[in-house]
């Protein structure tokens, strides 16, 4: 689960773009050496850094979750081993989440000479014009601070990616300029060394041209770039993190041996292995404020219950596996099914209801691998394991709950029809007054503030189609909806 006190960061947006301090005052190597700033490497900084948090018991990892006790320990310790590594792990598993938060562990800000293309410290100027120009200032050397959201750097592996766009090449225009070549300073740098001092991530190694890998062995190893036609040692002080799916070693590519060797350490990540986590991640990472829908609890479990069913079933291909993105996905189809309710037929609050889940089946297909023999019959096979996540919902809620009132309703052959664009007033006012209405919104978490027409009649929606899974009710499918009735 998520870590005890971290807060929640919305999809791709840092915790540290929305709280910076104040960039620091020192502008020269002067004022940093008063200043007292101690020069360490990027492992070190994260090192001391992440032990510090430990000791401390504060979050190294905001918004991971159910890593905790399986993959962040063994994180830690290459970390503070200082190594690099790969993460290995099936399709959204949260690899290059996992990765970004890294830079978390970066001090918030770090001085590099003002100016310079790839990050050097003004105690530790590693590149010809840096150490030219500290030649030239001495003490009155100008600094710039920069901070750790920008010193994390990513690339997504494709076939097209070339050395330079790694490593770096002759920039033509220098050379335009009259300067000659062999001349360290016409070197457009590639994206590693400009993420020199910092983390670098390259996504989906696999898919890099084999011949292209090889222009990492040194920076894993020597910890340097070589760039044709140049003699050229560029120290380099980076944390290099690659991920790949365990398909794509064998299948789609492979990390050469030596490549793979250099890396200190392989991490494997997984799918979240308990309800608790899939629930909280739906709840973390699902857009639902903007969307300005209520997203009750027990459907946010049956989301997570049909996503962990959709994983284990056996017409789903598990070489492919089934990603976090599809219980974000539903959750947030089924709450844009309410917004749509509510503005067809005037509700002022959306709620959203088991009527709105059947649309998920049909919008998410594609984010399924099937297994060749099930060709053809996807939306059955979904359909029916998300008719089973429903039951094991209801059985967990509303199992022992008396429920005899409801089914009064329904003594003399009286029936109900629902749908996605029935109206909750209009519901339930078809199925009339239930005795004992808020117990059951109760054992469906739904509290004070949770009174409104659309909550009461996503309670009995809810309770009517466990009845029916149970076969204590009939229903007929109709279009956009279903009737129920003894």
């Known amino acids: 689960m998520r870590e005890p006190g971290c807060r929640t960061p919305r999809r791709g947006r840092s915790l540290d773009t929305v709280h910076k301090s104040p960039t620091p005052a020192s502008s020269t190597l002067r004022e940093l050496r008063e200043s007292g700033h101690r020069y360490r490497t990027v492992k070190a900084e994260i090192r001391e850094n992440l032990l510090s948090r430990l000791r401390d018991g504060e979050s190294?990892?905001?918004?991971?979750?159910?890593f905790d006790e399986t993959v962040l320990p063994h994180l830690e310790r290459a970390l503070i081993a200082g190594h690099d590594l790969v993460l290995?792990?099936?399709?959204?598993?949260?690899?290059?989440?996992?990765?970004?938060?890294?830079?978390?562990?970066?001090?918030?800000?770090?001085?590099?000479?003002?100016g310079c293309e790839i990050n050097d410290h003004p105690y530790e100027p590693v590149c010809v014009r840096c150490r030219r120009v500290a030649a030239e200032f001495g003490d009155d050397l100008?600094?710039?601070?920069?901070?750790?959201?920008?010193?994390y750097g990513e690339k997504l592996a494709t076939p097209d990616t070339s050395v330079g766009d790694l490593i770096g090449d002759v920039d033509?225009?220098?050379?335009?300029?009259g300067r000659t070549l062999g001349d360290p300073e016409t070197v457009h740098y590639g994206l590693v060394p400009r993420t020199n001092r910092g983390v670098f991530s390259v996504n989906e190694l696999p898919d890099l041209a084999e011949r292209i890998q090889v222009a990492l062995l040194n920076v894993l190893e020597e910890r340097d770039i070589q760039v044709r036609g140049y003699n050229l040692r560029l120290p380099l002080d980076i944390l290099l993190i690659a991920s790949a799916n365990p398909e794509d070693y064998t299948n789609r590519g492979r990390i050469i041996t030596p490549l793979k060797d250099r890396f200190g350490a392989e991490i494997r990540t997984h799918y979240p292995q308990s309800i608790e986590d899939e629930l909280v991640?739906?709840?973390?990472?699902?857009?639902?404020?903007?969307?300005?829908?209520?997203?009750?609890?027990?459907?946010?479990?049956?989301?997570?219950?049909?996503?962990?069913?959709?994983?284990?079933?056996?017409?789903?291909?598990?070489?492919?596996?089934?990603?976090?993105?599809?219980?974000?996905?539903?959750?947030?189809?089924?709450?844009?099914?309410?917004?749509?309710?509510?503005?067809?037929?005037?509700?002022?609050?959306?709620?959203?209801?088991?009527?709105?889940?059947?649309?998920?089946?049909?919008?998410?297909?594609?984010?399924?691998?099937?297994?060749?023999?099930e060709e053809g019959r996807e939306i059955e096979v979904l359909a029916h394991l998300l008719r089973r996540a429903t039951a094991e919902t209801f059985r967990g809620t509303l199992g022992g709950t008396d429920l005899a009132p409801l089914l009064d309703r329904f003594g003399k052959g009286a029936q109900v029809e629902s749908g996605e664009l029935v109206a909750a007033h209009e519901l339930l006012r078809r199925i009339g007054r239930v005795e004992g209405l808020s117990k059951v919104m109760a054992r469906l978490g739904m509290g004070e503030g949770d009174e409104?027409?659309?909550?009461?009649?996503?309670?009995?929606e809810f309770a009517l189609e466990g009845l029916y899974l149970m076969r204590r009710l009939s229903k007929d499918e109709v279009a956009g909806g279903a009737v129920y009735r003894t």
């Open 60 to 66: 190294r990892f905001p918004g991971i979750v159910g």
């Open 88 to 114: 290995l792990g099936e399709r959204g598993q949260g690899k290059t989440r996992l990765i970004r938060t890294i830079t978390g562990l970066l001090d918030e800000w770090t001085p590099v000479v003002a």
């Open 142 to 151: 100008p600094i710039a601070w920069k901070h750790r959201d920008d010193r």
């Open 172 to 177: 033509p225009i220098k050379i335009a300029e």
């Open 281 to 373: 991640l739906i709840r973390q990472e699902a857009d639902l404020d903007d969307l300005g829908a209520d997203l009750p609890d027990h459907l946010v479990e049956v989301i997570a219950r049909f996503t962990r069913l959709v994983r284990e079933s056996t017409a789903v291909d598990a070489r492919s596996g089934v990603s976090a993105r599809f219980s974000i996905a539903a959750a947030e189809t089924a709450a844009a099914s309410a917004v749509r309710r509510a503005a067809l037929t005037g509700e002022e609050r959306p709620v959203t209801r088991v009527c709105d889940l059947p649309g998920v089946v049909h919008t998410l297909r594609g984010k399924v691998e099937f297994e060749v023999s």
């Open 452 to 460: 409104s027409p659309g909550h009461a009649a996503a309670a009995l």
